[in-house]
Nanobody, 120 residues
Framework: VQLQASGGGLVQAGGSLRLSCAAS????????MAWFRQAPGKEREFVAA????????YYADSVKGRFTISRDNAKNTVYLQMNSLKPEDTAVYYC??????????????WGKGTLVTVSS
C-alpha cells in the first residue's frame, strides 16, 4: 500500500485547510485510517482516526471540535478537515493505515507527510 498525502501549506491562525491522503496498491476500504503529526523537535503524535466504514471516529483532545476526519472508500482516500487552526498545529502531517482495529496497536503503512504551517 502506498499513501500520498496532499493539501498542506501556509495558513494564518484561525484559517482552514483540508488534507487528503490517497491510497494505492490495494483497497484500504476495510482498514482503519488515521492521521498523525510531528512538530519540530517533538515526537510524532496521534491526531485522528476513522474506522473502515466511517462509523467511528477518534480524535486527540487537542484537535477535538476543530478537526474532522472522513473517508471515501470508493476513492480509497481519507481526508482531514482542519478549522480554527492554531500556531501549535504547525507540523508535518502523516496519514497511515493498517488492518488493526486501533492505532495504538500500530499502523502498517505510512505516507511521506505534508507540511502544515500556521502563522500567528
Amino acid at each position: 500500500v502506498q499513501l500520498q498525502a496532499s493539501g498542506g501549506g501556509l495558513v494564518q491562525a484561525g484559517g482552514s485547510l483540508r488534507l487528503s491522503c490517497a491510497a494505492s496498491g490495494r483497497t484500504v476500504s476495510n482498514y482503519l485510517m488515521a492521521w498523525f503529526r510531528q512538530a519540530p523537535g517533538k515526537e510524532r503524535e496521534f491526531v485522528a482516526a476513522i474506522s473502515w466504514n466511517g462509523g467511528s471516529t477518534y480524535y486527540a483532545d487537542s484537535v477535538k471540535g476543530r478537526f474532522t476526519i472522513s473517508r471515501d472508500n470508493a476513492k480509497n482516500t481519507v481526508y482531514l478537515q482542519m478549522n480554527s487552526l492554531k500556531p501549535e498545529d504547525t507540523a508535518v502531517y502523516y496519514c497511515a493505515t493498517g488492518p488493526r482495529s486501533s492505532w495504538v496497536d500500530g499502523m502498517d503503512y505510512w505516507g511521506k507527510g505534508t507540511l502544515v504551517t500556521v502563522s500567528s
